[in-house]
């Protein structure tokens, strides 16, 4: 059963909508976020010029994404978890730092990526 509320093209503008919003705030709030999106104007107009054919190119471009996508997922569970409260408890530190892994871990995958494609 379909929710209630907007459907068809004003659907598609409200989360449009929100989606520039979220981006906006991981921006201004994540020095993180800013660092990679400025590595990412790098690195994806160097991965279109160095990549060999398509798979290449969608490889090293692709994994580049990857990092922004895991670090605005990162930062939403990292704002969920301080919403709830900033005294240390055990699960919420766990939580920030499964985030944290996962963003450290798409960054190692960024390199083996670009030096398996690259070298390989």
Known sequence: MAKPGET?????????????KGL?????????????VLL????????????????????????C??????????????AAIDRIGHEHHE?????KDLGSAAVFISLVLVALVWLLVLVG
């Open 65 to 78: 994404f990857l990092v922004l996508i895991v670090e605005i997922l990162n930062s939403g569970i990292e």
């Open 91 to 95: 699960l919420s530190g766990l939580a």
């Open 40 to 63: 990412c104007l790098i690195l994806v107009p160097l991965g279109l010029y160095l990549g060999n054919g398509g798979v290449e190119k969608s490889l090293l471009v692709g994994v």
């Open 24 to 36: 906006s705030a991981c921006w201004r709030n994540e020095a993180a976020f800013r660092q990679e």
């Open 8 to 20: 068809g093209l004003t659907r598609i503008i409200s989360a449009s909508h929100n989606s520039f």
